[in-house]
């Protein structure tokens, strides 16, 4: 059996023309979409880079494996201790060895390990290729290493390749030379009201309308697609043109991976599994161009699997988290599953087009800010320890269906919705901790290392920068909240 994986980095489901986007950004995978399954609210657990990687290819939340931050200890995956043998039982059980177990050749083409300093990700591979661009890299330098795979092993049987997209990441990078396809097409309708605008040019925090470079409006002419703020309908038509042809760059490469497979005779034999590590803030919250948030505009990620001999033209819209992938895949191949995995399998809705998804979900991030969230049917509820700045309130509710785009908080008019979120989040946790293999929540750990690592260092200046841009209420409100006590 031959199974291809394409990991494209940062890629929202609803800025994909197979997820209904009104934009042509994907036909190529549009295409493997119409011919497998495709999955509509499939969420990162924890997000967003390196924890979202760490909970898919170990099948764990991140309140187990530990990896939930960008920096300090929970950067690290936990040590497994004593009942670590001769070979790490994590390695052992992790998503790349499945293949491994079922008999496949196994093979990467990816940075990610080396830009987050984490090399279990490489565990399972038989080989593993890192054009050396730390993540920083565009896609032409990673597809000749894909089709030169392809090339070579192209009368191997049973391989599994994973190969890793950047393109749609801060920051957008593709390339001058392939110009705009976007430039006649209308943006998002939400986003072209002036008052939504006017409201995010107001706030504070990281990556809001005047500082999407972090903490400032610094751009560089090395990237001409990403703006370092967005004060008008031509800035916003920047940023979101710009995310939109790093999407279909990225997909007019895969294009020609499946061109190449194709030549060789065995394109429509070939498993091919479409994912993404998180999504995109674009307003969402006052954010633009971050995934930096626990909820559905950082959370939310494609799914698509085609599989020979399963269903085909399928969609499926219960609630999944990517941990669940592993043990779907382990099904798939025959293979059984780890004790230590917490995610459910959805083999069934692949076979037969059965919902099998989880009655609501819990959502982490740990390097932006410090947030946990609960999705439960209509309802977003979020509970933030540490808001990176941006002011949040330490209980936040959001109706979805009303408001897609979180800009209207209504924990105040529906406490009976919060205590629900808050209720479900706890009992959540007691059962995560109860079979932790620790008696610390890594949410702590960064607490206690300083927060967040994107926003470690940065408040002093930041102040400066907000008085300078007339946001006076904004830095008096963050002294007040972080410096009062010194």
């Known amino acids: ?9 940062t890629l929202r489901p609803d800025h994909m023309s197979c997820y209904g986007y009104p934009r042509r950004t994907t036909p190529r995978m549009d295409a493997i979409a119409a011919q497998g399954t495709r999955f ?8 967003p880079c390196l924890p979202s990687r760490a909970s898919l290819i170990s099948g764990r939340f991140g ?15 936990r040590l497994s201790g004593g009942p670590r043998d001769f070979r790490d039982w994590q390695d052992l059980e992790n998503f790349h060895h499945l293949f491994r177990k079922a008999g496949l050749y196994t093979a990467s083409i990816s940075t990610f390990a080396e830009r987050h300093s984490s090399h279990w990700f490489t565990a399972g591979f038989n080989e593993v290729h890192n054009v050396g661009g730390g993540g920083m890299e565009s896609g032409e330098e990673v597809l000749p290493v894909a089709l030169d795979w392809l090339d070579r092993e192209k009368d191997r049987e049973d391989w599994f390749l994973h190969v890793h997209f950047w393109d749609p990441h801060t920051p957008y990078r593709a390339p001058e030379a392939f110009g705009n396809p976007f430039a006649d097409e209308p943006l998002p309708d939400w986003l072209t009201d002036p008052a939504v605008l006017e409201r995010h040019m107001a706030m504070t925090g990281p990556h809001t309308a005047l500082d999407v470079s972090m903490y400032d409006d610094k751009e560089s002419p090395q990237y001409p697609r990403q703006p370092g703020k967005v004060i008008d309908m031509a800035g916003m038509r920047r940023i979101i043109d710009g995310y939109d042809c790093g999407i279909r760059y990225a997909d007019q490469l895969i294009g020609q991976i499946f061109d190449r497979l194709a030549d060789q005779g065995i394109l429509d034999d070939v498993a091919v599994i479409i994912t993404a590590d998180h999504g995109e803030n674009f307003g969402e919250l006052g ?4 995934h930096a948030t626990a909820d559905p505009a950082t959370c939310r990620i494609p799914l698509i699997i085609r599989w020979p001999g399963l269903p085909g033209g ?22 059984s599953h780890a004790a230590s ?11 037969d087009g059965r919902a099998d998804g989880r009655s609501h979900l819990v959502l982490s991030q740990m390097a932006h800010v410090c947030q946990r969230s609960v999705l439960f049917g209509d309802w977003l509820y ?7 700045y941006h002011l949040f309130p330490s209980e936040m509710l ?26 479900l989040l706890e009992n959540w946790h007691a059962d995560m901790m109860e079979n932790a293999g620790s008696t610390v929540d890594p949410l702590w750990v960064v607490l206690e290392e300083g927060g967040p690592y994107h926003a470690r260092g940065h408040l002093e200046d930041y102040l400066v920068r907000l008085e300078a841009t007339g946001r006076h209420e904004g830095a008096a409100a963050l002294r007040e909240r972080w410096l009062k006590n010194g």
């Not at 059996?1 to 980095?9: A, V």
């Not at 509509?40 to 997000?47: I, L, P």
């Not at 309140?63 to 995956?77: C, F, P, Q, Y």
């Not at 954010?287 to 971050?290: F, N, Q, V």
């Open 1 to 9: 059996m031959r199974i291809l994986m394409l990991d494209i980095d």
């Open 40 to 47: 509509d609210q499939y969420y990162c657990s924890d997000a």
């Open 63 to 77: 309140i187990h494996h530990g990896a939930v931050g960008h920096g300090g200890t929970a950067a690290d995956r």
């Open 287 to 290: 954010i633009y161009a971050e």
């Open 314 to 335: 399928q969609t499926d819209q219960a609630l999944h988290y990517n941990v669940d992938l592993v043990p779907t895949v382990a099904d798939l191949l025959n293979l």
């Open 341 to 351: 995995w917490d995610g459910r399998s959805f083999a069934s809705t692949l076979q």
């Open 382 to 388: 979020m509970r933030t320890w540490h808001d990176g």
């Open 398 to 423: 959001y109706h979805l269906s009303d408001d897609p785009h979180e800009q209207t908080d209504v924990a105040d008019r529906y406490p009976e919705r919060c205590a629900e979120g808050a209720r």
